[in-house]
């Protein structure tokens, strides 16, 4: 009797992608499952199709060679596992992959299990962003036990291969014409046991401890930015790597700069007369250095001024951003008798010269005028 089409076994094209042959596989191999049709003997037999023909067509070698000859380019050898047949112990593996946690669990490495990564929220003033810094943090945490170093047995003592699974951490169950990976029950998949476990740690091999690091900041971070610190994390299990430390950090308010990327922006108050008549004004930069601004006569409320290369480092970059610098001016009050005096005086003089004192407010009021008289028509 000769065998169907691995692709049509597959209701697949012949174009059909990796990924594709993957989808019908699933999809497949759900559906006649065994134990899904426990009294339907063709369905046994349709799985085993279903199972030989993905054998063949997931490994791109195979496939080629399957296009090219079709079943003959497997007869000499019995089939794609050798002489008999299909290998279901090598099947075992692929379905492990497909339906890992539907039947059981996925495939672990050994038992092997890292340390956990860990958080660390730190907060900077917008200077350290700037400059950059190092910083000591002390973060609790796991670390190796010093006693076993981290192998959980008893000094004197070591770790023996477990004899279930012979130090893999997986066993295997028969469970109908196929064989199943799982988790070794005895050694809860580590791979070892331990006959003496070591007392400070109870044979974890790790042990809660404070630690303390020195933390590097580079200038120019922003906020939200995520430094990673490998290896700091918890220590593994019985020796196993460590997982890593991951500090995020939050940059202050400042009293005096608003950020935006690497630019820099203040609002400076200018007094009234300052803004009239014009003059020089000093403005803190974020590098502790003071930058003079010649502000021209007639300065208006809102007007910025650009410093360039005053704003913040950008990381790892040589660049320089810049500090803008907005003008607000400022109108007194409490005034005494005399400069209450002076400023009427001042108002007397500039009536009927608004076009050229207060140019801005002259075109307002004449547009209100225009408006109001266009109501009236």
Do not use: W
């Not at 191999?29 to 993905?54: G, L, S």
């Not at 079943?71 to 002489?83: C, L, M, V, W, Y």
């Not at 005086?345 to 076009?355: L, R, V």
Request: aromatic content about 8%; charged content about 25%; some cysteine.
């Amino acid at each position: 009797m000769s065998k169907q089409d691995y692709y049509a076994t597959l209701e697949v094209e012949k174009t059909a992608s990796a990924e594709d042959l993957k989808r019908a596989y699933r999809k497949l191999a759900m559906q006649h499952h065994p134990d899904r049709n426990p009294d339907d003997p063709e369905a046994e037999r349709k799985f085993k199709e279903i199972n030989e023909a993905y054998a063949i067509l997931k490994d791109d070698k195979a496939r080629a060679a399957y296009d090219r000859f079709g079943h003959a380019a497997f007869e000499n050898s019995g089939g794609p596992g050798g002489p008999g047949g299909f290998d279901f112990t090598g099947f075992a593996d692929i379905f492990d992959e497909m339906f890992g946690e539907f039947m059981g669990g996925r495939r672990g490495n050994g038992g092997v299990q890292h340390g956990a990564d860990l958080r660390y929220n730190m907060e900077i003033e917008l200077e350290d962003a700037y400059a950059g810094k190092t910083s000591q943090i002390r973060v609790p945490t796991s670390v190796t036990c010093e006693s076993c170093l981290g192998s959980g047995a008893e000094s004197g003592s070591k770790p023996t291969a477990c004899p279930s699974c012979q130090g893999r951490g997986r066993v295997r169950a028969q469970q109908g014409f196929f064989t199943i990976e799982r988790t070794c029950p005895t050694c809860q998949g580590q791979g070892r046991i331990i006959e003496k476990p070591c007392k400070p740690c109870g044979g974890a091999g790790r042990v809660q401890k404070e630690k303390t690091l020195q933390v590097n900041i580079p200038a120019g971070v922003e906020d939200g930015t995520r430094i990673r610190l490998a290896g700091e994390g918890e220590a593994g299990l019985r020796g196993a790597p460590p997982g890593d430390l991951y500090i995020f950090l939050t940059v202050k308010a400042h009293r005096l700069f608003q950020r935006d990327g690497a630019n820099l922006f203040c609002r400076m108050p200018v007094p009234m007369t300052t803004a009239a008549l014009g003059g020089a004004v000093e403005v803190p930069a974020i590098d502790g250095s003071r930058a003079r601004i010649t502000l021209p006569p007639g300065s208006q409320a809102g007007q910025q001024f650009r410093l360039k290369g005053k704003g913040m480092r950008v990381l790892r970059s040589n660049a320089t951003g810049d500090l803008y610098v907005q003008v607000a001016v400022e109108v007194p009050q409490n005034l005494t008798r005399r400069q209450r005096e002076l400023l009427e005086q001042f108002d007397q003089e500039s009536q009927g010269k608004n076009e050229t004192h207060h140019p801005e407010s002259h075109g307002f009021f004449a547009r209100v005028k225009d408006f109001f008289e266009d109501l009236t028509d």
